[in-house]
């Protein structure tokens, strides 16, 4: 069987800023599949490192510009000119899209649906068009993947008519994510913090992370404290984070501050279980994954309250009202002070959690493509 995979998202996989899920889910399908074929199309350069395996196809179909006309005409007829060859029995959007010129059974998975409140990650362009489009892309959809129950059940209220064909996978998680010793927390401090405690914050550098009022969170707790704890910001800067990075450079605590862009899923995974605590203040995102990985690694999490958040975290994270500033900086204070507060939120995470890698949602994904409905493909 051929699969034709609009890898284009692909080149903005990165572990802080989305969790390298579509990589990790697609790659692990792959291997999982040496007897079919897959051909992944991408709209520029292929990520350096990324490593496919011998069953898969790269194809670069440069992207012309980045305007609206840009974008179609690349999905609609560079795309589907470029998959004719290959003549594919099942094409999969990585990026919740699909060529509606194309008459090829099409899988969507959407990783994310905050674009539906202009929250999303995407250049605006993108958002625009993927709103405008949303529905078409459902409709014309065969079978349609997301990655939690608070996704799930946003893209119900959204489209209802899409519940016999939407499937809700298995939350996966890299088992480089684990408990440090002491020694080795120690070990992460001096590399990154300069041996002070801190608290992570894991996303990209846009405002619907709400980055700034974790600054102004972080400011009135270094007020009240007089601690040398730091901030470390772990994710790329956006274009529509510029402006953060800017107010960033003539922050009064700024000193305190650690950015680190480009972190690999090994260094995250270290910045992660070196952590005092977590401050998850993203409340749009579909998979609150850093809340997962830090309760892998046995850190406590701040997290504003949110769907995604109380999912992923349950009793075991202390939720800040989304409204006020002064809530969040209590918190971070509150944890900071009292360790047996800190004891108490590790002691709620579960001792059992199904976390695994992402291959099981692999899995998923190719029985859910590959079910009743695709008439050309054979199980």
């Known amino acids: 069987m051929q699969i034709a995979v609009n890898a284009a998202c692909l080149r903005q996989d990165m572990p802080a800023d989305t969790g390298n899920v579509a990589t990790e889910i697609i790659l692990a399908m792959c291997r999982q599949q040496p007897g079919h074929q897959f051909t992944f199309f991408f709209d520029g350069k292929v990520p350096a490192g990324l490593k496919v395996p011998a069953n898969v196809t790269n194809v670069v179909l440069p992207l012309k510009g980045n305007k609206p006309w840009h974008l179609y005409w690349w999905q609609e007829w560079q795309l589907v000119r470029a998959m004719k060859p290959f003549r594919p029995d099942l094409f999969l959007g990585l990026d919740g899209t699909l060529p509606l010129r194309s008459k090829i059974p099409a899988g969507l998975l959407l990783r994310d649906l905050s674009f539906l409140r202009n929250a999303g990650l995407q250049p605006g362009v993108q958002q625009r068009s993927l709103k405008n489009n949303m529905t078409k892309y ?25 519940k016999d064909k939407l499937i809700r996978l298995e939350t996966g998680i890299s088992e480089q994510y684990k408990p440090l010793e002491w020694e080795q927390r120690e070990t992460v401090k001096r590399a990154f913090s300069g041996g002070a405690e801190y608290f992570l914050v894991t996303g990209s550098m846009h405002p619907r992370n709400n980055i700034i009022p974790v600054l102004k969170a972080f400011s009135a707790l270094k007020k009240r404290q007089r601690s040398n704890i730091k901030l470390v910001l772990a994710g790329s800067v956006t274009p529509a984070g510029a402006d953060i990075a800017t107010a960033l450079q003539s922050y009064k605590f ?29 409340r749009l995102e579909g998979l609150a994954l850093p809340v997962y990985a830090a309760q892998r ?3 406590p999490v701040i997290a504003l309250d949110g769907a995604a958040a109380r999912e992923a975290g349950g009793e075991a994270v202390l939720y ?17 002070k ?3 507060l800190r004891s108490r939120l590790l002691a709620k995470i579960p001792a059992a959690k199904p976390f695994s890698s992402w291959e099981h949602a692999a899995e998923q994904l190719w029985s859910h493509l590959t079910g009743t409905g695709f008439s050309k493909i054979s199980k």
């Open 138 to 162: 459902l409709d014309r959809a065969r079978r349609i993947a997301v990655l939690s129950n608070a996704a799930q059940e946003e893209l119900l209220r959204y489209a209802p008519g899409v």
């Open 338 to 340: 009292d360790e047996q």
């Open 254 to 282: 700024r000193q305190d501050v650690v950015c680190i862009e480009d972190a690999d899923e090994d260094t995250l995974a270290r910045l992660t279980g070196g952590a005092y605590a977590l401050v998850y203040p993203s």
């Open 297 to 299: 690694c046995e850190v």
């Open 320 to 336: 800040a009202d989304p409204a006020s500033l002064d809530d969040l900086s209590e918190k971070m204070s509150l944890l900071y």
